[in-house]
């Protein structure tokens, strides 16, 4: 098929098919009777690269349906699926025969016809998904394809629908990358610890690790433990880095842009770029406790060393380190602090006994929150003084 061919199949195809969210090729690890502990998406299409869904969707027809579902779709791949779609992409095989970093679905169709010229392990398969819609994911296919499309900056953090992902996830052995089936383990004990052959547990747990999944998109993102970053996570643009110890980021959490963080990023926490979250530092979460309002924090924050924080900051404000700053926690301000918070705030209402709670200071710019030492008071107050990061280490 010619380029001007191709170009006119992909505008018919568009006029008719079904509009996409995402889809791609994924290597899916298998259990017993078949059920899927793992799917890694070596390339991911996020609303994007509608001519390669023009070509899968047209070749699906030829690989082996496993499971359709009105939003989603799932294949199990074949050669004659591999052979149709690289019909379809003759006008670019040269080029991506000579550049291996171009056209990344005809690499990935490229890939597989070698892999596939030899009989697949019976634990291993591999799969076109399709995602049409923001629902309730029905596969683990999908929840993986959504995990990454938040760890990549594909979808933004907190937009997506997350809902019973923790019911299709299994819960496994991770050894290094290789998910092991509890009840394999369980059922082979003698035999693998007899023959040496029982695998190095890194961890038990439904989702993999970030580095797991994710290639840092930029080369000043660090981790300093592998441990700390849950797939699913977003770690923003660049700058980003995590020492080891009390820190820790969830999925579907993450930052915006260059961060320092020695704390927890609980799940649907988002922190702003320039904020440094001290060590063992707590963001308030919403996968328990009842909270049910995701916390935000600001540009150029600071959250002092075991601090705790309840409710979401706006730019450019500070936690000193151990204090809890939750939405029924007291504040005392001044009233002429009071007027100059209101002056960067101009939705602030200001209190005649001087008393507010936290969760009327929720998302406000410029704010330092303080104990007072000499009498135990809570008391919050116009910050003067501004975070900057470490231009060395970010």
């Known amino acids: 098929m010619g380029m001007e061919k191709f170009k006119n199949f992909v505008q018919e195809h568009q006029n008719k098919a079904k509009k996409i969210l995402g889809f791609g ?17 070596p390339v991911l299409n996020w609303q994007e690269n509608f001519g390669s869904y023009a070509v899968f969707d047209t070749c699906k027809q030829y690989a082996k349906n496993i499971q359709q579902e009105s939003n989603e779709e799932i294949f199990s791949i074949t050669d004659s699926f591999i052979n149709h779609a690289l019909e379809l992409f003759a006008s670019f095989l040269a080029e991506a025969n000579s550049n291996p970093q171009s056209h990344k679905n005809i690499q ?20 076109l998904v399709f995602l049409y819609e923001d ?20 979808a933004k953090l907190r937009s997506l629908n997350l809902d019973g992902i923790f019911g299709l996830l299994s819960n496994v052995a991770w050894s ?35 580095l797991m999944q994710v290639i840092p998109q930029y080369d ?10 849950r797939f699913g996570a977003y770690l923003g643009k660049g700058g980003y880095t995590q020492m ?28 702003g770029e320039g904020s ?5 530092a707590s963001i308030l979460g919403v996968l328990s406790g009842g909270n049910s309002d995701p916390i935000s924090i600001g540009k150029n924050c600071l959250l002092g060393v075991n601090s705790s924080t309840g409710i979401s900051l706006g730019d450019g404000c500070i936690v000193d380190g151990g204090i809890a700053v939750l939405a029924g926690t007291i504040f005392e301000i001044s009233p002429q602090e009071a007027k100059k918070l209101q002056e960067i705030n101009p939705n602030f209402a200001l209190h005649e006994n001087n008393l507010y709670k936290g969760k009327e200071l929720s998302k406000l710019n410029g704010i330092h929150f303080r104990q007072d030492s000499k009498n135990g008071k809570m008391i919050a107050f116009r910050s003067n003084r501004e975070i900057t990061l470490n231009k060395d280490l970010h």
């Open 276 to 280: 440094d979250v001290g060590g063992g």
């Open 25 to 41: 090729i994924a290597r899916v690890d298998l259990g017993k009777n078949q059920k899927i502990l793992c799917a890694t998406y």
């Open 108 to 127: 990935v169709l490229l890939q597989l016809k070698q892999i596939l010229q030899k009989p697949l392990e019976s634990h291993v398969d591999y799969r």
């Open 176 to 210: 290094g990358n290789k998910p092991y089936e509890l009840d394999y383990l369980r059922e082979n004990e003698i035999a693998l610890k007899l023959n040496g052959d029982y695998p190095h547990i890194d961890f038990v747990d439904k989702f993999p690790r970030y």
């Open 135 to 154: 629902l309730n994911c029905k596969s683990v296919e999908t929840a993986y394809m959504k995990l990454l499309a938040l760890s990549l900056g594909k």
């Open 220 to 229: 000043n993102i660090r981790l300093l433990d592998t441990a700390k970053t």
């Open 244 to 271: 080891p110890g009390a820190s820790y980021v969830n999925f579907n959490a993450g930052v915006e842009g260059a961060c320092m963080n020695e704390g927890r990023i609980s799940s649907s926490v988002i922190i």
